[in-house]
């Protein structure tokens, strides 16, 4: 059988990386290996993982290297163990005894396969699917989530399918052909990259849909913290400055406007200033180009703050519509234009 490393990230998790472990050792493939990578955890995690797990390969990192860049350190011990594949999987989720055997399966009958994904499922209601794939709008650079069985068998979605890294298996000649994550993007987003990089490259994408695993979703940054809204932000514009040509940068940046300020408006009418300054913080190094970890006393000049705002305080879906350059609402006296999320039709992939 082919020989599999896991490679789990922790960061300040040891209670869900231990529940996730417990797991892991109950898979029925018969030939895995696990690595945890810490990354600069402050918790106790190293100790308590050396006494709990002796027998795991353990990667300790002073700080935290981020996302992309600790799975990247695990997936070069993989290779160097002897891996055939990395499963990428997150430490806050939970895995059925049969769902790596089940995307091994699916990988060694499709060689042309190099990254699968099981169907991922919330871990607090484990009948609700969370993930079954997705693919984008080259239009509106929108991410469209697969919602029905009947779409995996759509030979265009096939072709287009984006996954999440969240338990993703990545079978080596992939790493050998594109490389690895992008470490700039530091978490979020890299793994939609990574999908797009691969199919560029003539690999297909796939989801096993007898493969489950359970989700707990936003454990490691916590949902709407501020770390997670900067990262979120400034890495949905590098998603399409890296997949896009040159020639379509403006349309890119009108477009990234019009999806950022209604979560900037909705996490102002939250009462959540933190989590608009990070907003307004992620746009900024979006533009700039900056990538990395979530610095949040960088510099930001005083003109930025004042537009941004200005597109968050005043008539914000003017904004939108503005960016969107939908003129015909602009136009249309008493229209109170929202935010809209539906593609609508299938994009033209590039």
Known sequence: MPRVCIVVLNWNGIG???E???????LEYPDFGVIVVDNGSRDGSAAILRRA???IALIENRRNLGYSAGNNQGMRRAWEDGADYVWLLNNDTVVEPDSLGKLVEEAERSPETGLISPVVHHYEDRERVQFMGSYFDYATH????VRRWSELDDEWVQRHLVLWGTALLIRKSVVDAIGYLSEEYFAYHEDCDYSLRALR????TAVR????VFHKDSRSTGKWSPMQVFLRTRNDYFLWRDN???SRRIAMIGQFMARTIPVATLLSDKGNA??????MRGVWAALRGVGGAYEPTAAVPAWFRRLFGVFVGWHPYFWVALFRGDVKRLARRGASPGPETAAGGRPGHR
Request: charged share 35%; aromatic share 6%; glycine share 2%.
């Open 20 to 26: 996730c472990l417990e797991s892991i050792h109950r």
């Open 201 to 204: 490259s003539n690999f297909r």
């Open 142 to 145: 929108e991410l469209v989530s």
């Open 209 to 212: 849909r007898d493969s489950r």
């Open 16 to 18: 869900d990386t231990l």
């Open 244 to 246: 896009e040509p040159r």
């Open 53 to 55: 797990y002796p027998q």
């Open 274 to 279: 933190e989590g608009v300054e990070a907003c």
